[in-house]
Structure formats: C-alpha cells, structure tokens
C-alpha cells in the first residue's frame, strides 16, 4: 500500500535557523515523484517542491531544498534561514505512477518560527 | 493566469439541504482533484479527472456525493443531501500532463459548515 509518514506533528525553529522535516514513503511502484506543500493559516495550498524518483540530484528551490534518500525511502524538506512567514503546516505527498494521478498526502507537520 | 477559482469560499448550510461547490481550473490544464480536509482524516482525494472524464472516484464518500466536469473549466462537487459530518474544506485541483512536475496547483477551497 501506498503511504506517506510525517512523524513530526510540531516543530520549533528560530528565525534565521535551518530546519528539517521529515517524511517517509511506501511505495513498490519503481516510478513516483514525491512534493511538499506549505499550507499557512490562510489555508491556502502551496505548492514547494518536487522530486522525481529517477533523479539524481536532491531538488532544490530557493530556500527550500529536498532531501531525497531513496534506499532509506526518504523525503525530508530542509528550509534553510528561517522566516517568521515560514511558519505553516507543512504537508509531504507523494504521485505513484503514470502522471496526473492523484496525491498522497501525510498528516502534515506545523512549523511555528519565532524570533 | 488566474489560477484555480473555486466558488463559494465559505458555505454554511442546514443538514438535509443541497450543496454545490464549484471549480474552474487553469486554463490548459487537463486533470481536475477534488480532494476533502478535516482534521481527523487529513487530506484526501475525493475523484479525480482527466480530459472531463472521472478516473477514480473511489474517494468519493457515499452516494450522496456526486461530481461532474462538463466541459474543461468547469467542475462542480454535489452533496445531496448533506449532513453534519461533511463539513470539511474541499480543495479543487489542476494539473497538465506536459509539465515535468505534474504537480498540482491547489484553489483556495470552500469552507463548508452543515449544521
């Protein structure tokens, strides 16, 4: 079965720190892209960051950057410098297959920056 | 462009009453999600499509709930009749085929209230 694990339900950072959130997957399928969205109290939905699972590089956006762990069948998003506007729920998912089917998503991790 | 539009963004309606929450995706894009979020069960796909025509609606919860896609702006999301339990935000989505990514850019949802 498809799934995706967020066991972080909160984390704390201070402005200008770095700060990891984890995610794993599970998935047998060899072909699968995995994405993490920012959803602020506005509720809106954001879309970050994506990684393919034939690249071979770590995705990287900005401040964003993915870490891509394929044998350990990992996904972990580092935010790099911290903002106070960082602070969101922060949600992993993950596309199985062929594109455009839908997406998986874990139970999110709220981040909250201070200063 | 405009992004995905999604009408009403809050609805607040008595048990037993019709809802229809409705969608228009971006332009060009040819996959529509509808996904549901409450806090005991997350985020989830509800029925998707492609080209207008529904691929997997396995999501969909009974058969009070019904979605249609006449034409390729166009999606509505039809609860009859609705119950307490549905109140959730629903989230309509959009994808293209021809992106690399493939991912999906979320509207701002509908915030809908049965009471």
């Known amino acids: 079965a498809q799934k995706i694990t967020q066991t972080q339900p909160g984390m704390f950072v201070q402005e200008k720190e770095a700060v990891t959130l984890d995610c794993t997957y599970d998935t047998s399928d060899p072909s699968y892209g995995l994405f993490w969205y920012k959803q602020p109290s506005s509720g809106e939905m954001i879309f970050l960051i994506y990684?393919?699972?034939?690249?071979?590089q770590n995705a990287t956006e900005g401040r964003y950057s993915l870490n891509f762990q394929k044998a350990r069948k990992s996904a972990n998003l580092v935010i790099s410098a911290s903002q106070l506007g960082d602070s969101a729920m922060y949600f992993c998912?993950?596309?199985?297959?062929?594109?455009?089917?839908?997406?998986?998503f874990g139970k999110g991790t709220t981040l909250s920056v201070s200063s | 462009d405009a992004g995905v539009i999604q009408s009403p963004r809050h609805e607040v309606t008595e048990m037993g009453q019709e809802v229809t929450l409705r969608c228009k995706p971006i332009s060009g894009h040819d996959y529509l999600f509808w996904y549901r979020q409450t806090m005991m069960r997350g985020l989830e796909l509800l029925i998707y499509?492609?080209?207008?025509?529904?691929?997997?609606d396995s999501g969909m919860p009974e058969d009070r709930f019904s979605a249609k896609m006449p034409n390729a702006s166009f999606s509505t999301l039809k609860i009859q009749p609705s119950e307490p339990r549905d109140s959730a935000v629903y989230f309509c989505a959009s994808s293209a085929y021809r992106d690399r990514d493939h991912e999906q850019y979320f509207g701002p949802g509908t915030r809908l209230t049965v009471t």
């Open positions: 998912a993950m596309r199985v297959n062929q594109a455009g089917t839908a997406l998986i």
């Open positions: 990684q393919g699972s034939y690249d071979q």
């Open positions: 499509f492609n080209n207008n025509v529904p691929i997997d």
